[in-house]
């Protein structure tokens, strides 16, 4: 854990940091004085910092882990000509000044003996006690000499799966990440860009979702200056000059001071600068920079009350940019982070950005996890909690984490979770989708109806065949927004399989991970048809295939095609009304006299449906539509005048549903059943051909009253295998 030397550019420094010499540090490891009443001078730093956050910590237990390590490293020096055992000090100081618990620094002192010295796991779990231990454990690297070149990915996935056990396994190694990052320079070129790489690609989409924005920044700003050298010039000298320049951001501080203390509103503002890789995502969108752009107002108070107070007076006292107005408060990030998040414009025209924080959200916002503590620790103090099955189980651990440890299970081979890890971290967004039981799914932005089924069903998400989203019938491609409420229609036929097609649109690895396990391990045959993963979702409305005519149930399936599911082991259906019989049928009367009035086949208008008329055949005639129907709005655009049309005494009707369900022997005998015990004389019937398990039945009935159809199309839900019935809509034209 050892990457060397001199920084490839002079990091972004916080106010107050004090400036360490390791040189210093590594001479007085070495010789300085170890009496048994004080602590080395080596590490009087990181007791500093530590008793900063924790006044009454004991620092017994830092002493004797730095004695282990200063021995255990002895002799071994860094490329930079330094002492080794300013690694650790450094990386400890690191926690140390983000506020980390004691157990945290100690297995950071000692995170390299077991992997570069004779120290062994059983010496650090007798000396120091199983949670040190399991922290070590967790940051030691794999041998290349037993893994070879699958060491790395390795190494990451034994890493992981500590950190789900305990999160503050991942804390040192990205402290240790950085310290290695910022002593970078004496590698060779290619050996920086490729520690440069990983370290975008998995630690700093580590670092975002644990939440540790101190070192997320600083580890930006170095894989920035490593990787792309000139836009890191560039973005400096931009830097220097607005250092150099009139402070905008300075005079709004002040004003916005001034405004709180008049309001009686206790807070702390400062002026908070963006580091390099922000000013450069800032200029990359903006354009030329404004002297605002190079910084942020940030506001600290006590209690988040006050947070919304401050928004109220900022808004009253300084014209609002609304658009920029975020409440990360009531809604935090997946990360932890919590803030209100504002623009102003100023006076003089400037518009500043402001973050509205409590201190207790600027802590966790710049530590993240590390500000947490022990995980394991109770109200009484620490406590390490064993489940039954022995394993440690971090009550801390975010879903995203969850989820990468079950997917990673499914990697069959080194390169599929390397490539596969980098692809999940990418994703840095997160939405939240409830399912029907009022249970909840964490997915990454973007996903679909697809991961949604693999995260509620696992491999019983093979046989989906559709979703319903809001109470939607949806495509498994369907787009999952925040909030959505998702439920998977999986179909009883388990030998169904996904498509390759589904691989398109599929964003969690668990998902594609899965399909393509199952994809492998059933072949399609090179002549078998493509199968469709994305169909377009049964709508009430969809137009019979041209290919399927119109038949009753009782007919035999046209010639060449195979019959559907639901036309095998089928009972002898009610025969179809006659076409030559003339049936009285709802009344339906027009404002306009002598007109013949008829109502539309495409929408089968009933009572009490609200409807209206249009005139055809040069007014002879007036075709009735419901007012949802797409025709009343295709014929009101094209400049029809609508005719008024009410319900007459009649109430026989006709009427037209879609039923669609899951493909199942003798389904079409249960479902003309259902139809002929509502007194419902079937017009005419379509089967589709099944799609995915999926079947739609189109019926044009005939009722004695239109009271009946709501007892009618619950009676046609109720048969085993129908999901959804409908009216129909658009089926035939406009009229």
């Known amino acids: 854990m050892s990457a060397e030397a001199t920084s490839p550019g002079t990091p972004i420094r916080r106010r107050g940091r004090p400036r360490i010499d390791l040189r210093r540090i590594g001479r007085a490891a070495l010789f300085g004085p170890v009496s048994r009443d004080r602590l080395p001078d080596a590490i009087a730093h990181v007791a500093e910092a530590h008793r900063a956050h924790h006044p009454d910590a004991d620092l017994a237990v830092l002493h004797r882990a730095y004695l282990l390590a200063e021995t255990s490293h002895r002799g071994q020096m860094r490329k930079s000509g330094e002492p080794y055992i300013t690694h650790p000090l450094a990386v400890t100081l690191i926690l140390a000044e983000l506020g980390a618990e004691t157990t945290t620094l100690t297995a950071s002192l000692l995170h390299d003996t077991v992997e570069d010295t004779e120290v062994t796991l059983e010496q650090v779990r007798e000396e120091f006690g199983e949670e040190v231990c399991y922290l070590v454990d967790g940051v030691t690297k794999l041998e290349k000499v037993d893994y070879g070149a699958a060491a790395e990915p390795e190494t990451f996935r034994k890493m992981l799966v500590a950190t789900g056990d305990d999160v503050r396994v991942m804390s040192i190694k990205l402290a240790d990440r950085l310290h290695?990052?910022?002593?970078?320079?004496?590698?060779?070129?290619?050996?920086?860009?490729?520690?440069?790489?990983?370290?975008?690609?998995?630690?700093?989409?580590?670092?975002?979702?644990?939440?540790?924005?101190?070192?997320?920044?600083?580890?930006?700003?170095?894989?920035?200056?490593?990787?792309?050298?000139?836009?890191?010039?560039?973005?400096?000298?931009?830097?220097?000059?607005?250092?150099?320049?009139?402070?905008?951001?300075?005079?709004?501080?002040?004003?916005?001071?001034?405004?709180?203390?008049?309001?009686?509103?206790?807070?702390?503002?400062?002026?908070?600068?963006?580091?390099?890789?922000?000013?450069?995502?800032?200029?990359?969108?903006?354009?030329?920079?404004?002297?605002?752009?190079?910084?942020?107002?940030?506001?600290?108070?006590?209690?988040?009350?006050?947070?919304?107070?401050?928004?109220?007076?900022?808004?009253?006292?300084?014209?609002?940019?609304?658009?920029?107005?975020?409440?990360?408060?009531?809604?935090?990030?997946?990360?932890?982070?919590?803030?209100?998040?504002?623009?102003?414009?100023?006076?003089?025209?400037?518009?500043?950005?402001?973050?509205?924080?409590?201190?207790?959200?600027?802590?966790?916002?710049?530590?993240?996890?590390?500000?947490?503590?022990?995980?394991?620790?109770?109200?009484?103090?620490?406590?390490?909690?064993?489940?039954?099955?022995?394993?440690?189980?971090?009550?801390?651990?975010?879903?995203?984490?969850?989820?990468?440890?079950?997917?990673?299970?499914?990697?069959?081979?080194?390169?599929?979770?390397?490539?596969?890890?980098?692809?999940?971290?990418?994703?840095?967004?997160?939405?939240?989708?409830?399912?029907?039981?009022?249970?909840?799914?964490?997915?990454?932005?973007?996903?679909?109806?697809?991961?949604?089924?693999?995260?509620?069903?696992?491999?019983?998400?093979?046989?989906?065949?559709?979703?319903?989203?809001?109470g939607r019938l949806a495509t498994l491609s369907t787009v999952l927004k925040d909030g959505d409420t998702v439920q998977p229609l999986i179909a009883e036929d388990a030998a169904s399989g996904p498509s390759p097609r589904w691989l398109d649109h599929a964003r969690t690895p668990a998902a594609r991970i899965a399909i393509r396990g199952w994809l492998e391990a059933h072949p399609q045959p090179a002549d078998a048809p493509p199968m469709s993963a994305d169909a377009e979702p049964p709508s009430a409305g969809a137009q019979p295939s041209s290919a399927q005519p119109s038949r009753a149930p009782d007919a035999q399936p046209a010639a060449g095609r195979a019959a559907a599911p639901a036309d095998r082991d089928r009972q002898p259906a009610p025969p179809a009304a006659p076409r030559t019989a003339r049936a009285r049928t709802a009344t339906a009367v027009a404002d306009r006299p002598d007109a013949v009035v008829r109502l539309a086949g495409c929408c089968t208008p009933v009572p009490p449906d609200e409807v209206t008329g249009f005139a055809v055949r040069g007014g002879a005639a007036v075709t009735v539509h419901r007012l949802e129907c797409p025709a009343v709005a295709r014929m009101e655009a094209a400049g029809r005048t609508p005719v008024a049309v009410s319900w007459g005494a009649e109430q026989a009707c006709r009427v037209t549903l879609v039923a669609e369900s899951f493909g199942r022997p003798r389904l079409l005998a249960d479902l003309t059943e259902a139809i002929a015990g509502a007194d419902a004389a079937v017009i005419s019937a379509t089967v589709e051909p099944p799609s995915e398990q999926r079947v739609r039945h189109t019926y044009t009935l005939r009722l004695p009253d239109a009271a009946g159809l709501p007892a009618l199309m619950r009676a046609m839900r109720d048969v085993p295998g129908v999901y959804d019935v409908s009216r129909a809509k658009g089926l035939s034209g406009t009229h």
């Open 180 to 470: 290695n990052m910022r002593t970078l320079g004496v590698m060779r070129p290619e050996k920086q860009a490729r520690i440069a790489k990983v370290t975008r690609d998995v630690l700093i989409p580590l670092a975002e979702r644990l939440g540790v924005q101190a070192l997320k920044t600083e580890l930006e700003d170095l894989v920035f200056a490593i990787l792309h050298p000139e836009e890191y010039a560039r973005t400096s000298e931009l830097i220097s000059a607005a250092a150099e320049a009139s402070d905008p951001l300075g005079a709004m501080a002040v004003q916005v001071a001034s405004v709180l203390r008049e309001a009686g509103i206790p807070a702390e503002v400062q002026v908070r600068p963006r580091h390099f890789v922000s000013v450069h995502r800032v200029r990359i969108k903006r354009g030329e920079l404004r002297g605002s752009d190079f910084g942020r107002v940030l506001v600290l108070v006590g209690e988040d009350a006050d947070c919304y107070a401050v928004l109220g007076e900022l808004h009253t006292c300084f014209t609002p940019v609304i658009s920029e107005f975020k409440d990360f408060i009531a809604a935090p990030k997946f990360n932890l982070y919590q803030s209100l998040h504002t623009a102003v414009v100023g006076p003089d025209g400037e518009v500043a950005e402001i973050l509205i924080r409590t201190h207790r959200m600027h802590k966790v916002a710049e530590a993240g996890v590390v500000a947490l503590g022990n995980p394991y620790a109770s109200d009484s103090g620490p406590q390490t909690l064993e489940p039954a099955d022995g394993e440690r189980a971090d009550p801390t651990r975010p879903g995203w984490l969850s989820r990468l440890l079950q997917w990673q299970r499914s990697a069959p081979d080194p390169d599929t979770f390397w490539t596969t890890l980098r692809d999940d971290l990418a994703q840095d967004r997160e939405i939240t989708v409830f399912r029907t039981d009022g249970g909840t799914l964490g997915l990454p932005a973007g996903a679909s109806c697809v991961d949604a089924a693999y995260a509620q069903h696992g491999a019983a998400a093979h046989a989906c065949i559709g979703a319903r989203v809001n």
